[in-house]
């Protein structure tokens, strides 16, 4: 059984910066495709960004450039560093584990585990 608990979220100006933490419980995490995914209200679930085990990481394309994922194994924790916010970033934003996994999904439903989730909210 995987934990996970986001933190970070918050109301910040559009061009302003936030960064997500998900906290991990269980062994597996070094093993495990780590995603990020939002949703605003209305909207399907959409994938943010993953990162392998090893650190390869795959972002989609409406934040790259903005958004850099990236991980401490020892510490069981991914992270999101969210720069350049603009008020269509607004969404709930969840992490999830694909264990013993290094393919980058970008599929929801190909995610084991999930998070509570955390708002982020961009102000215009």
């Known amino acids: 059984q995987v934990q996970l608990a986001e933190s970070g979220g918050g109301l910040v100006q559009a061009g302003g910066s936030l960064r997500l933490s998900c906290a991990a419980s269980?062994?597996?995490?070094?093993?495990?495709?780590m995603g990020w995914f939002r949703q605003a209200p209305g909207k399907e679930r959409e994938f943010v960004a993953a990162?392998?085990?090893?650190?390869?990481?795959f972002y989609a394309d409406s934040v790259k450039g903005r958004f850099t994922i990236s991980r401490d194994n020892a510490k069981s924790t991914a992270y999101l560093q969210m720069n350049s916010l603009k008020p269509e970033d607004t969404a709930v934003y969840f992490c999830?584990?694909?264990?013993?996994?290094?393919?980058?999904?970008?599929?929801?439903?190909?995610?084991?585990?999930w998070g509570q989730g955390t708002q982020v909210t961009v102000s215009s």
């Open positions: 990162i392998r085990g090893g650190g390869g990481t």
């Open positions: 269980g062994r597996t995490f070094s093993n495990s495709v």
């Open positions: 999830a584990s694909r264990l013993y996994s290094n393919y980058i999904s970008t599929v929801p439903y190909e995610y084991n585990y």
